[in-house]
């Protein structure tokens, strides 16, 4: 060591991070424990939200604009809060925690549906796939709200405010793409007819929801209201509504689009790779 250097005091690495913070960021009382039934709903809704802010973090340093990298990436860091309010309340059922749920879980135990499977594709396929993910959950939240489940209904009550923006942000690419060039219109036109099949298992009621009356909303009961405020917000853009086949769906079961595998190889192996690590 040289005359004019400090000495070292300690070894680099060692982060802390408080705990009490972060948990204080979840939605929900603290101390609320789910049912067996209200943690598989919860499951469901915080996979879906789980899985497209994985998706959309693949854009940062990615997307078209600057602006775009800091959009994508706030809109992901919004439903990566929302998987975790989510999670952390399905897993006082079992025991276990947020991470245990996101990174300790194989493909089949997960109940994420097939629309925020879908691959990035390019940047058309990405914003398509975000108006009609974002529409679904506005209309869900803005009714879970109502939920005789407290800790249900202040994570809808957070998360409502919070997808206001998605859907704006969304529907403002749409409409910039459809209406710009003859490339960004064929795109957006090959998005929607791409991705509308995936969107009827949003709607589906499961056995599930007969147990949860008045906890959990029904699905089927969201169908005319999204389906009104995607359609007006296509007739806008000048797209039609595509008519064709229905995507098989089953994610709420475990069957899983091929994508979420390698989805999930990714975003596990790290956690995977050093269980119980602290940094």
Known sequence: MGGGEAPVTESHGSV??????????????ADAVATPDVAEYALGLGDDALILAQQLGWWISRAPELEE?????????????????????????????????????????????????????????TIV?????????AHLYDRLRQSSDPTLAAIAEKSRREIEY????????????????E?????????VTDL???????????????????????????????????????????????NGPIAAGGGRQGRHFPTLGPLLAEMQVLARAHPGASW
């Not at 009490?20 to 939605?27: D, I, V, Y």
């Not at 796939?129 to 959950?137: E, G, H, I, N, T």
């Not at 998605?166 to 060039?181: C, E, I, K, S």
């Not at 389906?227 to 917000?233: D, F, G, H, K, P």
Request: hydrophobic content about 45%.
């Open 16 to 29: 802390s991070v408080d705990e009490l913070r972060l948990a204080a960021e979840l939605s929900g009382a």
């Open 183 to 191: 490339e960004s219109r064929r795109r957006t036109v090959t998005a």
């Open 196 to 242: 509308w099949p995936y969107l009827d298992e949003l709607f589906v009621d499961h056995p599930l929801i007969d147990r949860l009356d008045g906890i959990a909303v029904r699905p089927s009961t969201l169908y005319a209201a999204t389906m009104a405020e995607l359609t007006a917000t296509l007739g806008e853009a000048g797209l039609e509504v595509p």
């Open 166 to 181: 998605h859907v704006d942000h969304a529907t403002q690419w749409v409409l910039r793409l459809a209406g710009g060039t």
């Open 129 to 137: 796939r975000q108006l009609l993910a974002s529409v679904y959950f």
């Open 69 to 125: 990298d800091v959009a994508l990436g706030n809109i992901a860091l919004d439903l990566l809060g929302h998987a975790r309010s989510l999670l952390h309340y399905a897993g006082t059922a079992s025991g276990r925690s947020e991470d245990d749920l996101a990174y300790f879980r194989d493909e089949s135990e997960f109940r994420s549906v097939w629309l925020v499977e879908q691959p990035n594709g390019d940047f058309a396929v």
